[in-house]
């Protein structure tokens, strides 16, 4: 009864203050404009006084407006005065092996002390993770487990999580059952499975630019090619290049993150989904679809999959609970379509079985109802951090930075001044205890120099504004 009547209370003042939100964005009221006080929007839209104040406050959260002593609520951010977006990606037009490994062995290996303030991780902070209802799921399924969970499960994959992994597809316009789903120790295993199933080794694969550089690792560990695509910072790759760079590289596979692309956040229309779907299912080309960000959206719906157009059974969707709930659980899942019996042996091959416990422990989350109303705290808090982080680089860093404005995920790309080297920059923001992804370690080709990501999971504090500060400063006094 309490998270029904937070559901409804919730909606009210989230629907006054997305009103006065769009009026902001259609520029109908501008920075500076002073708002209706608390008692006149409550009168004029007949809500409570404590409503009214949840939405300016709402809104206050969000960056987008600001209370002034004696004097009221004002305007004071727009998504109209941020910086200008990063420019489409060039990759160099040619299929290159991959090794990017010593780059990002020299980035990652420190960032795990206390001291560091680490923008480099894309994973949402933990206490906007529900701890307290997973471990009364574990305590759950431990108690009622007859081997106290001890046991080998089922090599596809715990029935009932299986179970609530297809009632979650129908978010995305896909209807599974439990027996097309096949679960993994994360995204990166699936991806891997698949990848390993579709291809030999010298292919050459299809992939963003820039990307995900865990993707770059499972390449290598295959022995495969890539060849980069142009990609968009709103829309996605460029399917007019990639049509034309089929035939030319002789590309056996794709894969991509159409859904919030890490670390570009872009997302692909649904429309150029189903038209990339269709252009190769007649090539009988196979395609990689990770969607681990599909459900962090930040809009009224969730964008649909390219698996959602697959009638060929070509789509392999990879996705997983490691940026949506549980990071350290482990949990991922693939819907390989035609291609299921193969990755199930190469699973039987490789790992056999995924963590007993965590699976058990998620589908009792699942059953229960929790994760959808845990989604909207989570995306409605990473929508407001983003639109902090945005607002801060406008203020802070230098005038020439550009920034992307993803409507989902977790990350922002900066693309910096062109004699700015972004890997110099990592190491001497580490010499401050700030960590930074620095761009070229999200490029096979070693492009995106100029260019770092920094992730907006954690919520916003005195201590994020002043590395994001002192990120500006060492920016603007590069030499």
């Known amino acids: 009864m309490r998270e029904t009547l937070e559901i409804r209370t919730d909606h009210k003042y989230v629907e006054v203050a997305e009103r006065i939100e769009t009026l902001i964005e259609k520029k109908v009221l501008k920075v500076g404009d002073k708002l209706l006080s608390v008692r006149a929007l409550s009168k004029e839209q007949g ?6 104040f949840q939405a300016y406050y709402f809104l ?11 004097s009221g609520y004002y305007v004071k951010f727009s998504r109209e005065y941020t910086r200008d977006l990063p420019k489409t990606s060039e990759p160099f037009d040619d299929a290159t092996p991959v090794s990017v490994d010593d780059m990002i062995n020299s980035v990652y290996v420190d960032l795990n002390a206390e001291k560091i303030l680490n923008f480099s991780t894309g994973a949402p902070a933990v206490e906007l993770l529900p701890t307290a209802k997973l471990n009364k799921a574990v305590m759950h399924v431990l108690r009622d487990s007859k081997t106290s969970c001890l046991h080998y499960e089922h090599i596809q994959g715990n029935v009932l999580l299986r179970k609530q992994i297809a009632r979650q597809a129908f978010n995305w316009g896909g209807a599974p059952s439990e027996d097309d789903i096949i679960v993994t120790a994360g995204t990166v295993e699936a991806l891997s499975l698949c990848v390993k199933a579709i291809t030999k080794p010298g292919d050459a694969i299809a992939i963003e630019s820039p990307t995900y550089f865990a993707i770059f690792q499972v390449m290598e560990s295959h022995g495969l090619k890539v060849v980069e695509i142009p990609t968009n910072p709103l829309t996605g790759i460029d399917l007019d290049y990639l049509e034309k760079a089929i035939p030319r590289f002789d590309i056996k596979a794709c894969l991509f993150v159409n859904n919030f692309n890490n670390p570009l956040g872009s997302c692909m229309p649904d429309e150029n989904k189903k038209r990339l779907v269709d252009m190769l299912a007649k090539k009988e080309i196979p395609l990689i679809e990770d969607d681990i960000y599909g459900e962090l959206y930040f809009g009224k719906t969730r964008p649909k999959t390219c698996k959602t157009y697959d009638k060929k059974g070509l789509v392999l969707h990879c996705a997983s ?10 949990i991922g899942w693939t819907i390989p379509g035609r291609f299921k019996e193969k990755i199930l042996r190469l699973k039987r091959m490789h790992t056999v079985s995924t963590n007993t416990l965590t699976q058990a422990a998620v589908a009792n989350f699942l059953s229960n109802g929790r994760f959808e109303l845990h989604l909207r705290h989570l995306r409605k808090a990473l929508h407001t951090q983003s639109l902090r982080y945005i607002q801060a680089v406008s203020d802070l860093f230098p005038e020439d930075a550009c920034v992307t404005r993803p409507q989902g995920g977790f990350t922002l790309w900066i693309e910096m001044n062109a004699k700015i080297n972004a890997f110099k920059l990592h190491k001497r923001a580490l010499k401050h205890n700030i960590g930074i992804a620095p761009g070229q370690i999200f490029s096979s080709q070693g492009k995106f120099e100029n260019c770092f990501r920094i992730s907006y999971g954690q919520p916003w504090s005195s201590r994020i504004e002043q590395g994001l500060s002192t990120l500006g400063k060492l920016m603007k006094d590069y030499k």
């Open 47 to 52: 809500i409570s006084l404590s409503t009214a």
């Open 60 to 70: 206050e959260s969000k960056g987008l407006i600001e209370a002034r002593p004696q």
């Open 321 to 330: 609970f490691s940026k949506s709930l549980a990071p350290g659980y482990r």
